[in-house]
């Protein structure tokens, strides 16, 4: 998945942090789990993931999952 989630991160111009939420966020972990692990607020967890979201043209975490499964 870190390949993938590589992949998608320089495809779409997605910033170092955002690009670590995108690799947790493949993984199917939450918010709070992501926050736990990179040592930052779930509220800031949640904005990387609405700048993923816009970046890349998800509104959904499914989307989203559905990118990840297309670059494979």
Known sequence: IADITDAIAKRYALSSREAEVLHYLARGRSAKYIAEQLYI????VRTHSKRIYTKTGVHTREELLSLIEHFE
């Open 41 to 44: 607020s779930p509220e800031t």
